[in-house]
């Protein structure tokens, strides 16, 4: 199934998202890009964003679908979100030739996202 048609409501790989993975994809600045925007519990990372909602406490506030579904495209939620789409490859604008039809995230780094930000529950 292509990243265009998969459902965000189901996980997107067989595999269980790792917590600690997912952690280090938030607070890279190169791979998640999530605390450039987002508030997050990552000490080790200086200079966090302040435009996007804080991911502290998320886990308790939205379940996994919720949290992949904004992963895999926040604009089927908010059409005005500024947020990348992490896994959709279709209807995007201005793509550089070499990243056509590339997710910026895998499958599994997404459920590794989803799973560290269920950790969240403070």
């Known amino acids: 199934m292509s990243p265009a048609t998969q459902n965000p409501s189901q996980p997107l790989t067989q595999q269980p998202g790792d917590i600690e993975r997912g952690r280090a994809i938030v607070a890279n600045r190169q791979q998640g890009l999530c605390v450039l925007c987002h508030q997050a ?18 886990g308790a506030r939205l379940n996994a679908a919720q949290l992949r579904l904004r992963m895999v495209d926040s604009r089927q939620i908010n059409p005005e979100s ?13 793509v550089a030739p070499a990243f056509q039809g590339k997710t910026l995230l895998s499958a599994q780094d997404i459920e590794d996202v989803v799973a560290y930000l269920l950790s969240l529950k403070e």
Not at 42 to 54: K, Q
Not at 82 to 94: E, G, I, S
Request: no cysteine.
């Open 82 to 94: 500024f947020m990348p789409a992490y896994f959709r490859t279709d209807h995007l604008h201005r």
């Open 41 to 58: 519990p990552v000490p080790d990372e200086r200079f966090h964003g302040n435009m996007a909602p804080d991911l502290r406490g998320v």
